[in-house]
């Protein structure tokens, strides 16, 4: 089973600042097949990113994803006061070969 | 626009069964697998189970295998997870998840997800 960790556990901005989030697996993600999903509280989850890099429908510009191997990022260019949330990643491809990272909170410092 | 809707949670005795449902709207159901995720409190995303479109495969996760049961009825567009010998530690909102993989198949990349039930073991 691949782990996923990601860091920080928490990240203090403020709106209009940059937001860098880190997923790093235990062995290579085959195929680049990594997804990040954003919840806010009391809400389900919603995809962003999949496949490392690529935004799913709707999803905005300043939200983009980067990485291959064992290294991802997750960047928010510019933070808006909805964006303030918690962002899981994911490595996926078969029902057999999928987890999640323990997630990031992006908090209103 | 897809539509996912649980339903079927609440509090129940550990030992004892529930049964989720999950109704689907806004897409052809029978053409995607369907999932269900689990969230613990406070905690992360746990996948359980997972179904094909034709439900052919259904897999589960190592800590429900034998006593969860995936199944779905496309002719109600409806996904069901039966719940049985439940634990304290199955405590968790529930999530059913479109899959967004190809003609039924699983590639467990989720792209729509219902609001949740929330499930209760506790004597």
């Known amino acids: 089973e691949i782990v996923l960790t990601q860091s920080p556990g928490t990240l203090s901005l403020s709106p209009g600042e940059r937001a860098t989030l880190s997923c790093r697996a235990s062995?290579?993600?085959?195929?680049?097949?990594l997804a990040w999903y954003q919840q806010k509280p009391g809400q389900a989850p919603r995809l962003l990113i999949y496949?490392?890099?690529s935004r799913a429908t709707g999803i905005a510009d300043r939200f983009s994803g980067s990485g291959s191997g064992t290294d991802f990022t997750l960047t928010i260019s510019r933070l808006e006061p909805e964006d303030f949330a918690v962002y899981f990643c994911?490595?996926?491809?078969?029902?057999?070969?999928?987890?999640f990272g323990g997630g990031t909170k992006v908090e209103i410092k | 626009e897809v539509l996912l809707v649980e339903s079927g949670g609440g509090l129940v005795k550990p030992g004892g069964s529930l049964r989720l449902s999950c109704a689907a709207s806004?897409?052809?159901?029978?053409?995607?697998?369907m999932n269900w995720v689990r969230q613990a409190p406070g905690k992360g995303l746990e996948w359980i189970s997972s179904?094909?479109?034709?439900?052919?495969?259904?897999y589960n996760a190592d800590s429900v295998n034998g006593r969860f049961t995936i199944s779905r009825d496309n002719a109600k567009n409806s996904l069901y997870l039966e719940m049985d010998s439940l634990r304290v530690e199955d405590t968790a909102v529930y999530y059913c998840?479109?899959?967004?993989?190809?003609?039924?198949?699983?590639?467990?990349?989720?792209?729509?997800w219902g609001q949740g039930t929330r499930v209760t073991v506790s004597s």
């Open positions: 998840a479109r899959d967004s993989g190809i003609g039924g198949y699983s590639n467990s990349l989720f792209d729509f």
């Open positions: 806004g897409f052809t159901f029978s053409n995607y697998a």
């Open positions: 179904i094909s479109g034709s439900s052919g495969y259904k």
């Open positions: 062995q290579s993600v085959r195929s680049s097949l």
């Open positions: 496949g490392a890099s």
């Open positions: 994911q490595q996926y491809g078969s029902s057999l070969s999928l987890t």
